[in-house]
C-alpha cells in the first residue's frame, strides 16, 4: 500500500474562466505543483535533479476525471500517490480535494528521460530508494 502525498493550494483569478469556475486545465497544473512538492518533500528540487543525474520527468499519458467544480478562493488540497515505479517510468494517481470533497481525480505516467538525447534513462538508484519510502509495508 502506498501514502499520498499532500499539498494545498489556493485558486487564483487566473486559475478560473469568466465564471469563477478552475478552468479545467488548470487542474494538471495543480497535479504538477503537488509533484514538485512530493520531490521536493524527498530532497529532490526538479532542477537538482537535472543537474545532478541530467534527467528529468516527463508526462508520457494523462487520465482525468473531474467531478465537480473548484472555484475562485477555494483552498484545495491535492495529493499525489506512487502506484507503480519502474526501471524508466513510475506512474501516479493524483486527486485534488475541497475539503473532503473529491473534485477531480487523475492518472499521470512519468518517464524518466535523459535531458541531453531525450531518450528514456534509468531513474537514478538513489531517487528510486526515496521514491519507496512513501511505499508502507
Request: charged share 20%.
Given at each position: 500500500?502506498?501514502?499520498?502525498?499532500?499539498?494545498?493550494?489556493?485558486?487564483?483569478?487566473?486559475?478560473?474562466?469568466?465564471?469563477?469556475?478552475?478552468y479545467?486545465?488548470n487542474?494538471?497544473?495543480?497535479?504538477?505543483?503537488?509533484?514538485?512538492?512530493?520531490?521536493?518533500?524527498?530532497?529532490?528540487d526538479?532542477?537538482?535533479?537535472?543537474?545532478?543525474?541530467?534527467?528529468?520527468?516527463?508526462?508520457?499519458?494523462?487520465?482525468?476525471?473531474?467531478?465537480?467544480?473548484?472555484?475562485?478562493?477555494?483552498?484545495?488540497?491535492v495529493?499525489?500517490?506512487?502506484?507503480?515505479?519502474?526501471?524508466?517510468?513510475?506512474k501516479?494517481?493524483?486527486?485534488?480535494?475541497?475539503?473532503?470533497?473529491?473534485?477531480?481525480?487523475?492518472?499521470?505516467?512519468?518517464?524518466?528521460?535523459?535531458?541531453?538525447?531525450?531518450?528514456?534513462?534509468?531513474?537514478?538508484?538513489?531517487?528510486?530508494?526515496?521514491?519507496k519510502?512513501?511505499?508502507?509495508?
Open positions: 500500500m502506498t501514502v499520498a502525498f499532500k499539498t494545498l493550494l489556493r485558486v487564483y483569478y487566473e486559475d478560473t474562466d469568466a465564471g469563477g469556475i478552475v479545467y486545465a487542474y494538471l497544473r495543480f497535479m504538477e505543483r503537488c509533484r514538485s512538492d512530493w520531490l521536493r518533500d524527498l530532497g529532490y526538479i532542477l537538482a535533479i537535472n543537474q545532478q543525474y541530467g534527467i528529468f520527468f516527463a508526462v508520457r499519458s494523462t487520465s482525468i476525471e473531474y467531478f465537480k467544480p473548484a472555484q475562485l478562493s477555494d483552498l484545495l488540497t495529493t499525489v500517490k506512487l502506484q507503480q515505479l519502474k526501471y524508466a517510468s513510475l501516479v494517481n493524483q486527486h485534488v480535494y475541497r475539503n473532503e470533497e473529491l473534485l477531480c481525480a487523475g492518472e499521470i505516467r512519468l518517464a524518466s528521460l535523459n535531458a541531453a538525447t531525450l531518450h528514456p534513462t534509468p531513474i537514478p538508484q538513489p531517487l528510486i530508494a526515496d521514491i519510502k512513501w511505499e508502507m509495508p
